[in-house]
């Protein structure tokens, strides 16, 4: 059994910083990719940031110089770490996996429960 774990979200006022982390466990063979995705009231989930097993990055133009998204490799881990936060970052934030389990051979796309970020005065 797979699980993730986010933790970090909260209130914030703009300008401000949040770190958010996320933990995959259990019987995990190798994890691929993970990333960061995020969900506001009445719109569809879309790509915060993504970080491959090698270090390779992609983020979304909205976040690009502003958030900076890492990882540890041995522990399973994911970080995003959020710097000049805006209203418009406001959302229920997810952590996602890519990862292979114990006994398998394929990829598979695993994701958290949500972590809700608000950007607001």
């Known amino acids: 059994q797979v699980q993730l774990v986010e933790s970090g979200g909260g209130l914030v006022q703009p300008g401000g910083s949040l770190r958010l982390s996320c933990v995959a466990s259990g019987s995990i063979f190798r994890v691929n990719v993970m990333g960061w995705y995020r969900q506001a009231p009445g719109k569809q989930r879309e790509l915060v940031a993504l970080?491959?097993?090698?270090?390779?990055?992609n983020y979304a133009d909205s976040v690009k110089g502003r958030f900076t998204i890492s990882r540890d490799n041995a522990k399973n881990m994911v970080y995003l770490q959020m710097n000049s936060l805006k209203p418009e970052d406001s959302a229920v934030y997810y952590c996602?996996?890519?990862?292979?389990?114990?006994?398998?051979?394929?990829?598979?796309?695993?994701w958290g429960q949500g972590t809700q970020v608000t950007v607001s005065s």
């Open positions: 996602n996996g890519r990862l292979i389990p114990v006994g398998m051979r394929l990829d598979y796309d695993y």
């Open positions: 970080i491959f097993s090698g270090g390779g990055t």
